[in-house]
């Protein structure tokens, strides 16, 4: 049997299922807050054009408004200025939106400590029970966080120290940048980064070192905890803005089973 037809199959009869790691888009979206001096990003929002009405009488459309990094998003290489240059979200190659996905459960370490940063020894742990990480896939990070995100202020769990989010140490970002087979790295959280990673050196070094490097980000997925850790193929369907640096994105992943 064709290997398509198969794949078609398998879906009709259940053999493979789709998960959405898709958050709903809506007004109440969480989105990423910047210091006030910085330029910040547009919550989503609909404008009605008609609604089977005199404006349309036998159609329902709007207009919408949005950041290009608002709710579940696709970061390409030049939305940072070491990726300046790199490719824009249209000049992705289609075939790089599609991949095998390994998927690294720390979501009782993130609940014991918000802050809770993964290291190289805990992806090499993964690998060494796991496999290696897939050749062109994606290092997707389980935390639980996709469990806030009903609201804003659970979301980015920010105080007067600022937003306690978990993410990727320093030496791990260097090297899933650099030294790891996989394109992208995908979280439930607002940013690839940890909360706290204005802070580090260099700041935020997932969006600094991964993009530099070529590579891209999931943002706010969903439901990761239906996946397993290896064998799931993700398929990120962003819009091809031209000139953008990222785009609101539909990401399902296909699952045995």
Not at 31 to 49: C, D, K, N, R
Request: net charge negative; proline share 8%.
């Amino acid at each position: 049997m064709p290997v398509l037809t198969q794949l078609v199959e398998s879906l009709r009869s259940g053999a493979v299922r789709v998960v959405d790691l898709t958050a709903p888009l809506s007004s109440s979206t969480p989105t990423l807050q910047l210091p006030e001096q910085f330029g910040q990003t547009a919550s989503f929002a609909l404008e009605e054009i008609s609604a089977y009405d005199d404006r349309g009488p036998a159609w329902y459309w709007n207009n919408f408004r949005t950041g290009e990094h608002t709710g579940t998003h696709f970061d390409a290489p030049n939305h940072w200025v070491t990726g300046k240059g790199n490719d824009d979200v249209a000049s992705v190659p289609a075939a790089r939106l599609v991949g095998p996905a390994a998927v690294l459960d720390f979501s009782e370490q993130v609940a014991a400590d918000p802050d809770f940063l993964v290291e190289v020894d805990h992806v090499k742990q993964w690998e060494t029970d796991h496999g290696p990480l897939p050749d062109g896939g994606w290092l997707l990070v389980r935390t639980g966080w996709d469990a806030r995100s009903h609201s804003q202020e659970e979301y980015l769990n920010a105080d007067e120290n600022g937003p306690h989010t978990p993410g990727l140490s320093v030496e791990c970002a260097r090297w899933v940048a650099e030294e790891s087979p996989v394109v992208g790295l995908g979280v439930e959280t607002v940013g690839t980064d940890a909360g706290a990673a204005a802070g580090f050196d260099p700041m935020f070094p997932c969006h600094t070192l991964m993009h530099g490097a070529g590579k891209y980000g999931l943002t706010q997925l969903q439901n990761l905890a239906e996946l397993p850790p290896l064998g799931a193929v993700v398929v990120a369907g962003p819009l091809r803005i031209v000139t953008g640096s990222g785009s609101p994105a539909r990401v399902l992943a296909l699952v045995e089973g």
